[in-house]
Structure formats: C-alpha cells, structure tokens
C-alpha cells in the first residue's frame, strides 16, 4: 500500500514532503521551552554556547544541544558531622547543614564534577579550621560568629564554582562523656559560688538595714529629748517671767499646784496603800490649800 503511494508520487512532492519533515524536526529540535526552576546549558560542537535561561528560547538545529539542565531552585546538602579540636584541645563534634543555589550553570558544569560533594569536603575542613581557632567556651557561647566565619569561608572557597551560599547552620555541638561531666561539675561550682555570693549580700544587706534601723531610732530617740528639753526649758522661762512679774507669790503658788496634784495621784492610785509622809507635810499641805483658795 505504501509502496503504491510512493509510486504514485511525483519527485516534486516527495520533496516537498521531505522538506516539511525537516521544517517539523527543525522546528521540534530549535525550540526549547525551558521551566523557572531551570536553566540549561548549550553545547555547539562539543563546546560551551549559550545558556538557556526560563521561558522560550530557539537555537540552531543539528548544531547546538542541550548538554545539561540544571536546577536553580535552593538545595541542601545532607547534615553532617564533623570531629575538629578546639583551641583549648577539646574533641568536639558539629553537626552542620548548608544551603546553596546555582547561579551561573556554565561554571559549575565545567569547573566542578560533584558539587555536593565538593561542597561537603569544603565544609568539613573549614569548620575544623575555624573550630581549631577558637576555645571550647567561645564555641558554645558565639555560635552565631561561627556561623559567620564558617559562611564567608565557604564562600570565598566555593566562588570559582558559580554557587550562592544562601546558609550555613551549625546544628549542634556535641562533647565526650568525660567533658560533658567535667563541664557539669564546674556548671554545680559555679551555681554553689554564686548561691553563696548572694547569701553573703543578704546577710550583708540586713546588717545595714539593722544599723539604718538603729540610727533612725537613735536619731528619733534625739529628736524627742530635745523636744521636751524645749519644752521644759520653755516653761522654766515661762515661771522665771511669772515670778519676775509677780513676785514670789507666783512660785509659791506653783509648788503648791503640784503639791495638790501630787496628793490627788496617791489618791487616785488602784489598791490600798500606806502612805508615809512627813510631819510637816501636813502643814505643807495646808498652807498650800489655803494659798489655792485665796488664789482662785
């Protein structure tokens, strides 16, 4: 049947219709629809052309090829652990994960074989280098500018390659069992020295408080004797005027005042009581009375 069709045919349309076979393949190989997560590298005889970044993009048919289609997206690399020495000879083991991207595929197509791998080794030695640099505290109290060092390292290493360091994180860090008890026994020293620091202010600060206490007392206790120093010596003046005034008269009548008033306290007083006085008291007595009604 094919065979009758070919015979059938003219040579013009047998070359037509080779002719829109190759227009159809042409076109089929010399556009490429390339993805946005995507670039692919173009290879003309063999050697680096052209890359394809995302969208529609034509090349030369039977000429050029698409060597490689290479990811933009981010990429981790699996967490690993490395052993490294610190500063102060302690083994340490960093867990790390890093995150990259490749921005310029033709670099790292041609320049690099296994980039995971590669940058793992990298990694791996820089973050001894760095631990090698520093002590055992710092490693654990910095860890952020470690994470820094161990960042700008790797992208200065990785540079040439063209890939993006986004991030690197240092996941943990982990001790042998003979440091992690040395270093918990010095964790319990220090909290005993700092309880004993803050038991010491304590007692420290209720001292001064005690003698505040005391001062303030004695301060007050001050104040009111030469309140009533004041007062008596305000009403010592005020007889020293009366009698000044008003003769002796004015004297007398104030002792025989408290010579009544006294007499009425005994009085006054709770229970029975024996009350021996003098003999002349009486008299005393008496004369004040008489001195208080003639007063009033």
Request: net charge negative.
């Amino acid at each position: 049947m094919i065979e009758e069709v070919l015979y059938s045919l003219s040579g013009s349309a047998i070359v037509v219709i080779l002719l829109a076979a190759v227009i159809v393949i042409s076109v089929f190989l010399g556009v490429r629809i390339v993805p946005q997560s995507e670039k692919h590298v173009v290879e003309r005889f063999g050697r680096l052309h052209s890359v394809l970044g995302p969208g529609l993009n034509l090349i030369v048919p039977f000429l050029d090829r698409v060597a490689h289609k290479v990811s933009i997206l981010e990429r981790q690399l699996p967490n690993a652990t490395q052993d490294a020495i610190t500063k102060d000879n302690v083994l340490v083991q960093i867990d790390t994960s890093v995150f990259f991207r490749i921005n310029e595929p033709a670099r790292t197509m041609y320049r690099i074989r296994d980039v995971d791998n590669a940058i793992a080794t990298t990694v791996a030695g820089i973050v001894r280098a760095e631990i090698g640099k520093m002590e055992l505290d710092d490693v654990q109290s910095n860890r952020a500018q470690l994470i820094m060092q161990i960042k700008e390292s790797v992208e200065d290493a990785v540079d040439d390659w063209g890939l993006e360091l986004t991030r690197v994180e240092v996941l943990d860090i982990n001790l042998d069992t003979a440091t992690r008890e040395a270093m918990l026994q010095q964790l319990n020293a220090e909290r005993s020295r700092r309880a004993q620091v803050t038991e010491a202010e304590g007692k420290k600060r209720a001292v001064e408080l005690a003698a505040d206490a005391e001062l303030y007392s004695a301060e007050q206790i001050a104040k009111a004797r030469r309140i009533q120093a004041d007062a008596e010596a305000y009403a010592t003046k005020v007889v020293a005027e009366a009698i000044k005034n008003n003769g002796l008269e004015a004297a007398q009548y104030q002792v025989a005042l408290k010579q009544v008033e006294s007499l009425n306290s005994l009085g006054n007083g709770e229970g029975s009581r024996t009350i021996i006085v003098p003999a002349n008291a009486l008299e005393a007595f008496s004369d004040a009375f008489k001195m208080l009604k003639g007063k009033s």
